[in-house]
Structure formats: C-alpha cells, structure tokens
C-alpha cells in the first residue's frame, strides 16, 4: 500500500523558516517523482516544487524561486522542502505526491500525480 506522510506545518511569522517532510512506503522510492502542492483556501491546487529520484531533476514554481529548496533522503525514502523567507501568501495545506517517472510529463501539474498524503498546514503571519 502506497503512503505518503507530510509532516512539519506550523505558525511562522513572515521571513521565518519551515521544514516539511514527506515520508513514503509502498512503492520503490527511486522510481518515482515526488511533488509539493499547495492549496490556500478558496483557490486551487498549485505545484511547489518536485524532485525526481531517478534523474535528479528539480523544478520550482516561480513563486517559490530562490526561497525554498527540494531534497531526498532516498536511504530514509523521504523527501524535504525547505521552507525561507515565508510570505503570507506562502499560507496553505502542503500535500505532497508521487507518481511514477516514467508517467510525468510535467512535474508541477497536480493532476499528473496518482498519490497524495494528507496535507500539513503552513501559516505565515504577517
């Protein structure tokens, strides 16, 4: 059974930090794409950032550019985004997801993705 476990939300004042983590079991971690996305309330689901742990590849929104930053831990299959300089509007669930690299086209679109953790909860205060 595919799992995927976010974790590391919180309250944070503007310029502060966060670290979310995203704990997978159930499929074979090297083969897959994990994605962040975020949803604030009453607006959609939108890309954050991904990483492939088959080839490397990194990808940003341009929102998110310069601030936070992707990584694996693929000996503890688990995946980390690295959270500075928080802006209100950073304000959102965080869900991440994986999908199999060999069925991405494009890694920041939500619907390219077959599972989703729950979501862990950012707030940025102004």
């Known amino acids: 059974e595919v799992q995927l476990q976010a974790s590391g939300g919180g309250l944070v004042q503007a310029g502060g930090s966060l670290r979310l983590s995203c704990a997978a079991s159930?499929?074979?971690?090297?083969?897959?794409?994990i994605g962040w996305f975020r949803q604030a309330p009453g607006k959609g689901r939108e890309g954050v950032s991904s990483?492939?742990?088959?080839?490397?590849?990194?990808e940003y929104a341009d929102s998110v550019k310069g601030r936070f930053t992707v990584s694996s831990d693929n000996a503890k299959n688990t995946v980390y985004l690295q959270m500075n300089s928080l802006k209100p509007e950073d304000t959102a669930v965080y869900y991440c997801?994986?999908?199999?690299?060999?069925?991405?086209?494009?890694?920041?679109?939500?619907?390219?993705?077959?599972?989703w953790g729950q979501g862990t909860l950012v707030t940025v205060s102004s």
């Open positions: 990483i492939s742990n088959t080839d490397g590849n990194i």
């Open positions: 159930g499929f074979i971690f090297d083969d897959y794409v």
């Open positions: 997801a994986a999908v199999d690299f060999d069925d991405v086209d494009h890694e920041l679109r939500p619907d390219e993705y077959d599972y």
